[in-house]
């Protein structure tokens, strides 16, 4: 049975004009929920676990998930600091990095989200720290800056 759904598989991915696929290794740990970090132009403004309550692989807080307090590792702020500068030379400040447990329970870059991210006042409730207030500033500097009128 498996080497027919395999057979059939390979036909489909090969045939000239298919659909695109995306194949991606599971990871047996997605249970653990992911991490969304907040970064705004290059500063670190916290981050936190988004777990389903359903049993869901899906952890958005949309579909039902809760927000957890978390930390942010050495190993994940050198991967902000690694990645950061390409988004600011491109004339985008705001980015939310999610993050996904490994099957070692390594925290994983999984996607780096741009532009309008969400979930600030969820940080700043599971924080306790005046992230909304500390954004408003940021904004209202850079507009001054005219930050956002630069040519990319």
Request: hydrophobic share 35%; glycine share 10%; proline share 2%.
């Amino acid at each position: 049975m498996y080497k027919r759904q395999a057979k059939d598989l390979f036909q489909t991915l090969f045939t000239p004009n298919c659909d695109q696929f995306q194949l991606v290794r599971f990871l047996k740990n997605i249970g653990a929920g992911d991490k969304r970090v907040h970064v705004v132009d290059g500063e670190i403004y916290g981050g936190y676990i988004r777990q389903s309550t359903t049993g869901s692989w899906v952890h958005n807080i949309t579909s039902g998930a809760k927000g957890v307090p978390a930390t942010v590792t050495t190993r994940e702020k050198e991967i902000v600091l690694n990645t950061v500068s390409y988004f600011q030379e491109r004339g985008v400040f705001t980015l939310g990095y999610d993050f996904l447990q490994d099957d070692d329970g390594q925290w994983i870059l999984s996607e780096i989200n741009a532009g309008n991210i969400g979930g600030y006042d969820r940080l700043e409730k599971l924080s306790g720290q005046p992230v909304i207030s500390r954004l408003v500033d940021w904004l209202v500097s850079s507009c001054k800056q005219k930050k956002f009128l630069k040519k990319v």
